[in-house]
């Protein structure tokens, strides 16, 4: 089937783009603002049409436990949450990583810390670009902006974390989660045949046939020296993954004179507020990281260069603001304004706050 | 007669399982763990399900079971066995998956994640090794540790009033209209040890006829961990853990 | 040909039948080949607090689901008219139902119309018809889709069980277009 317009919410097309990415397994608890994922996907009821199991299970712990496993026969397996869940998920995360498993994560970030607020937010930035659970170790991290991006993030995730035997995270918020938008839905993909995982993922749980030595998967190894060449090979992939799969969107940047640094539904507001700038005649400028991990760093350098202000504008204290210190390392000073608790600003606000830091 | 004319496939009483492999086991010697690693290389060999078995290995000492049983395995965080399992059942409805957990995993830790696999009636085996120890650890006390008994973290024996008392999970699980078959088995013996065997393989073939959850415990000594020797330790299992873990089938809802 | 761009909220309690209103207004954007953004307030104040959903019609790629003024502004009840008033666009609408309001809206550059859809779904018995009825007066005054597309919409956004409800529904939304006075066009 090739590509279908819908009217969704960002939850539901999470929902509907798994099924057509042809995913095995979806494992997950409700939590506001994300319970929708499961509940459309309940609905449809895949089990049916493209044979893909979908469980409630009795908690996060466990529904990430469930995508462990999954991951490790070899199948396209995901869960979804909203922040504390997903604090629960670190753990289960961890081993993922370790284990070297692919596997996509949905975080609908809502404000915290503890239970928080049920509201927007983007406090979780850290926990998943930096890994997250004990060890050393990266997520890809995607932000969606909008709808169709939900869903086409459903399809790169997975591929991403095929490719690099790696779990990948949508970085999404109560916004994004919430909101409906017009969107295409990506072609229908068949979900892989046994025979497909057998060549595609040769490290994949199937049983042990005569002749193939047993696939073990753990991430324990008590050899120090060992640990170490495992801890290499991962950081290998990584900056193999640092360099090939940078993604962001630059819009006005070239001739800017400040750059708006923006991610998620933020960077739909914010577009807002750059363009009443440059109906003002202030010269603004969005980047916005697709990638949280691997982040954008040389684009923002580069733009450091020539641009007389960058500033970070994020639903939390201040996290990807960091990254963005790093990239330009000390070349301009980065201005940061942000929101918490579930306030979301609005475009007005952040004009003022333009206007304020740079138009004296 | 030559040594050699004595070694004849033909003379052959007793061999290794052949999915058993030669690596050395971390395992004390006395241990009851070879023993059950042995029953399950047995049976996966006789019931043919060597290409359809995925095994989940826990945190405790048979973390390490995958070293020593040449099947697919995979390790999983502690207490997570059957959550870990449930993915891998349902998700390859044809293959044998089975975990094989520790007190301290399956009855502490991991109590959500055994309840509701078995409540769901996941078509899995589970393998429960109940040393009333933790193990690995070096001897720290399990929710199964009897009354009295004393480890690292109950120095002066465990009380109900700090402890409160040892869990028979197993009792719990077989309340649970999800699970087929709950049974306690031990292998201090050799008529246990064929006991065993035949449960392990009854838990099996109940997986593969999807009949629901099973689950074989197996009252286990821990001969490091109670600083005895393995004679010893059988004897105190005998006396002491049989009578609280008494033996025999708990639920058999599939032979009645 | 002008490039289109509607920016409307409709605010009011919860159980109001707001969400599905700017639904269906959705859903006719999208027939009608639109860029559309529905943005819910969401939690459990759905359920009896103050609710209300933002719609964004538009031609071209829609940037803000978040925004701090509107086109077109329609208020269910006094917190929601006190609340957005202010958030009307120079020039742009508000239309406020008329079932306890103590103060109308005062802003002189703005146009203002009324609807006593509450009270007429009392009168037709039918409390369910009301926001329809709301949804009608927005159309006549903003007839930002075509009452063809709502039709249709109305099949999209309704579960199969309800189609025999659709009737009913357009109904409604035909004699919501009636019932909008003007009381200041600017």
Not at chain 1, 216 to 235: H, K
Not at chain 2, 8 to 37: A, F, Q, T, W
Not at chain 2, 84 to 95: E, G, H, M, Q, W
Not at chain 2, 120 to 146: D, K, S
Request: proline share 5%.
């Amino acid at each position: 089937m090739s590509e279908e317009i819908k009217l969704l919410k960002g939850n539901e097309a999470i929902a509907h783009a798994a099924i057509r990415y042809g995913a095995d397994g979806y494992f997950g608890y409700p939590i506001t603002p994300q319970s929708e994922i499961m509940e459309t996907l309940m609905t449809l009821k895949p089990w049916e049409s493209t044979g893909m199991v979908v469980l409630q299970a009795e908690s996060e712990v466990a529904a990430i436990n469930m995508v462990y496993g999954g991951a490790g026969s070899g199948k396209a397996v995901m869960t979804s949450s909203s922040s504390p869940g997903v604090s629960l998920k670190q753990e289960g995360m961890s081993y993922l990583a370790g284990t070297e498993l692919p596997a996509l994560i949905v975080n609908v970030m809502r404000g915290g810390p503890g239970l928080g607020t049920i509201q927007p937010s983007q406090a979780d930035y850290f926990q998943a670009v930096k890994g997250g659970g004990h060890g050393d170790y990266k997520v890809i991290t995607l932000a969606p902006s909008s709808v169709q991006e939900m869903a086409d993030f459903v399809y790169l995730g997975f591929d991403l974390a095929f490719k690099y035997r790696n779990p990948a995270i949508i970085l999404a918020d109560g916004i994004i989660g919430q909101m409906m938008e017009k969107v295409i839905l990506p072609p229908v993909r068949p979900r892989r045949t046994e025979e497909e995982i057998r060549t595609q993922c040769p490290w994949a749980l199937q049983g042990k046939p005569k002749g193939r030595k047993p696939n073990i998967l753990t991430s324990l190894e008590l050899s120090p020296a060992v640990m170490e060449d495992n801890n290499l090979r991962f950081q290998a992939k990584y900056r193999e993954i640092e360099k090939n799969e940078v993604r962001y969107e630059a819009i006005d940047c070239d001739d800017a004179d400040y750059i708006i640094v923006a991610f998620g539904s933020l960077a739909r507001i914010c577009l807002k507020a750059q363009e009443m700038a440059r109906e003002e005649g202030i010269k603004v400028g969005i980047l916005r990281p697709i990638t949280l991990w691997p982040f954008p760093s040389d684009v923002i350098a580069e733009y450091a260069k020539r641009v007389k202000g960058i500033i970070s504008i994020e639903l939390n204290a201040g996290q990807m603001v960091e990254d963005i210190r790093l990239a330009v390392n000390g070349a301009i000073d980065v201005k940061f304004y942000g929101r918490l608790g579930g306030i979301v600003p609005t475009p007005d606000e952040i004009l003022e706050v333009i206007k304020k830091e740079y138009i004296k | 007669m030559d040594i050699k004319d004595i070694i004849k496939p033909e003379n052959i009483v007793y061999e290794k399982p052949r999915l058993m492999n030669d690596n050395p086991m971390h395992y004390c010697p006395g241990c009851s763990h070879g023993v059950v690693h042995k029953i399950v290389a047995e049976l996966v060999d006789e019931m043919g399900l060597e290409e359809k078995t995925i095994g989940i290995a826990p945190v405790g000492c048979a973390v390490f079971a995958y070293n020593y049983l040449d099947i697919d395995w995979i390790e999983a965080a502690h207490g997570r066995a059957p959550a870990v399992a449930t993915a891998i059942k349902r998700l390859n409805p044809d293959k044998f998956v089975f975990t094989y957990q520790g007190d301290g995993d399956l009855a502490a830790i991991g109590t959500a994640e055994t309840i509701h696999a078995c409540n769901r009636g996941e078509n899995i085996v589970i393998i429960f090794i109940n040393n009333g120890i933790y193990g690995m650890t070096g001897g720290q006390m399990a929710p199964t540790t009897l009354l009295g008994m004393k480890t690292s973290t109950c120095p002066y024996g465990r009380t109900p009033e700090l402890n409160g008392f040892p869990l028979k999970i197993s009792n719990i699980l077989a309340q649970l209209d999800g699970t087929c078959y709950i049974t306690r088995q031990s292998v201090h013996n050799a008529a246990a040890i064929r006991k065993t065997k035949a449960a392990i393989k009854k838990a099996i073939e109940n997986s593969m006829a999807k009949k629901g959850t099973s689950l074989v415990e197996v009252v286990s000594t821990c001969n490091a961990g109670w600083k005895k020797t393995p004679d010893e330790a059988n004897k105190w299992m005998v006396e002491n853990m049989f009578e609280k873990y008494p033996l025999g089938d708990i639920k058999n809802t599939v032979d009645e | 040909m002008n490039k289109m761009k509607k920016e409307i909220i409709v605010a009011g309690f919860g159980g109001q039948g707001i969400l599905s209103l700017g639904k269906i207004l959705a859903h006719a954007g999208l027939i009608e080949g639109k860029e559309i953004t529905w943005m819910p307030s969401y939690g459990p104040e759905q359920r009896g607090g103050t609710a209300n959903v933002t719609v964004i019609l538009s031609d071209d790629r829609i940037s803000s689901p978040v925004l701090n003024s509107y086109d077109v502004v329609v208020v269910l009840n006094q917190p929601s008219l006190d609340r957005f008033e202010k958030d009307v666009k120079p020039g742009g609408t508000i239309i406020y139902d008329s079932y306890g309001i103590r103060h109308t809206p005062t802003r002189k550059d703005i146009n203002i119309y009324r609807i006593d859809a509450m009270d007429e779904a009392i009168e037709m018995g039918n409390a369910r018809a009301f926001n329809m009825l709301v949804l009608g007066g927005i159309l006549k005054v903003c007839p930002v889709v075509s009452t063809e597309s709502i039709v249709n919409s109305l099949k999209e956004s309704l579960a199969v069980r309800l189609h025999s409800l659709i009737p009913e529904n357009e109904k409604a939304i035909l004699h919501g277009m009636e019932i909008i006075k003007a009381e200041q066009e600017i």
